[in-house]
């Protein structure tokens, strides 16, 4: 069993993310009432975050750095609506704390959570609670919280991570 997160767990973890937005996206794009009900942030972060996927691929990174680093640029370059923006914000603070790391364990991941959160949140003039901001913040305060508790884990602790977002996303306006 992997112990930490490498390149190559990085580029699946965001693969299966991808796929499971892409499933439903309908719903996220029901659930979008700001900065308008547009309905489309579903739509938009799925098309940002095919973009990342694709960059990983091509050639598949060795290193959390260097996944962190290809995600981040493919998101900007990608970024679809407001919601892509958030995403590659978010990513680009992550890559910042991954830098120069080859593997991450759960200590250095909720660091790198926190340092995507408040990246996101210095860039936002006006961030507004009930959004993505507000359920990165939320679960970057769990990963800090539990870290340890799942230390040689990842897959039991990012499974930790996804309940603690949904929970945080039910407490969201």
């Given at each position: 069993m992997q112990t930490t997160l490498d390149g190559i767990g990085l580029h699946?973890?965001?693969?299966?993310?991808?796929?499971?937005l892409k499933k439903n996206m309908q719903v996220i794009n029901d659930l979008n009432v700001f900065?308008?009900?547009d309905g489309d942030t579903g739509t938009n972060m799925s098309m940002t975050i095919a973009t990342a996927?694709?960059?990983?691929?091509?050639?598949?990174?060795?290193?959390v750095d260097q996944a962190a680093s290809a995600t981040a640029s493919a998101l900007l370059r990608g970024a679809r609506g407001n919601s892509g923006v958030i995403l590659s914000l978010l990513m680009r603070g992550i890559s910042n704390t991954l830098k120069g790391k080859t593997e991450a364990d759960g200590v250095l991941w909720a660091q790198a959570l926190q340092g995507g959160v408040d990246?996101?949140?210095k860039a936002v003039m006006k961030p507004a609670e009930g959004t993505i901001l507000t359920v990165m913040r939320g679960t970057a305060e769990i990963a800090e919280a539990e870290s340890e508790k799942y230390k040689g884990d990842p897959e039991a602790f990012f499974e930790r991570l996804?309940?603690?977002a949904e929970e945080v996303l039910e407490q969201t306006p």
């Amino acid at each position: 069993m992997q112990t930490t997160l490498d390149g190559i767990g990085l580029h699946k973890l965001f693969t299966y993310g991808y796929l499971n937005l892409k499933k439903n996206m309908q719903v996220i794009n029901d659930l979008n009432v700001f900065p308008v009900p547009d309905g489309d942030t579903g739509t938009n972060m799925s098309m940002t975050i095919a973009t990342a996927v694709e960059a990983l691929r091509k050639p598949e990174p060795a290193t959390v750095d260097q996944a962190a680093s290809a995600t981040a640029s493919a998101l900007l370059r990608g970024a679809r609506g407001n919601s892509g923006v958030i995403l590659s914000l978010l990513m680009r603070g992550i890559s910042n704390t991954l830098k120069g790391k080859t593997e991450a364990d759960g200590v250095l991941w909720a660091q790198a959570l926190q340092g995507g959160v408040d990246a996101a949140y210095k860039a936002v003039m006006k961030p507004a609670e009930g959004t993505i901001l507000t359920v990165m913040r939320g679960t970057a305060e769990i990963a800090e919280a539990e870290s340890e508790k799942y230390k040689g884990d990842p897959e039991a602790f990012f499974e930790r991570l996804l309940e603690g977002a949904e929970e945080v996303l039910e407490q969201t306006p």
